[in-house]
């Protein structure tokens, strides 16, 4: 499902910028909050990271993407793992072996993985500690709010309550 259209996500061009600015159009005509768990920087900017397009054309999409949400002026809201290589461990974990395998074998047959000859999880924990380093990037740009919340599992009440704070007007 995609979420942000509210129907079934049609391949290639699921995560579309134009739908950006539709919500960005529905965000102004409603007193409504959206919150879109990972649509923006995991699913519409990382594949062109993990299929190691140039820096260049993956801060296109941001950009792309911030300015058809622009009219709503979104406030970004980023979590992030203090360790990146144990958030790795933990979400295998947690997910079982076998999301682990699907996770790995993922990250090993992407191109960003085989053009720096990377296998296994430490294959998994390079891609996002690279990542992490260019949402750091990304989010220099970033125009509108921002909030970096660093390990919130560790603490959801006073995450959720400092993320709660910073978007009340």
């Known amino acids: 499902m995609d979420q942000l259209r509210g129907q079934p996500a049609q391949e290639p061009d699921a995560y579309a910028a134009s739908q950006w600015r539709r ?4 965000c102004q005509h409603g007193q409504q909050t959206f919150v879109l768990e990972g649509v923006f920087l995991q699913n519409s900017v990382m594949p062109a990271f993990i299929d190691d397009a140039p820096a260049e054309a993956v ?15 979104p406030f970004l809201v980023y979590l992030r793992p203090a360790d990146t290589a144990e958030a790795v461990a933990r979400v295998h974990r947690t997910r079982g072996p076998e999301a682990k395998e699907r996770n790995v074998t993922f990250v090993e047959n992407s191109p960003w993985a085989r053009r720096r000859g990377l296998r296994g999880p430490g294959a998994v924990a390079g891609l996002y500690q690279a990542w992490e380093a260019f949402v750091d990037e990304l989010c220099g740009r970033y125009p509108f709010p921002a909030l970096i919340v660093t390990d919130p599992q560790q603490d959801w009440p006073t995450a959720l309550a400092r993320i709660g704070a910073a978007i009340r007007p």
């Open 59 to 73: 801060a296109r999409i941001f950009d792309t993407i911030v300015r058809e949400a622009a009219p709503a002026g």
């Open 23 to 26: 919500l960005a159009e529905r």
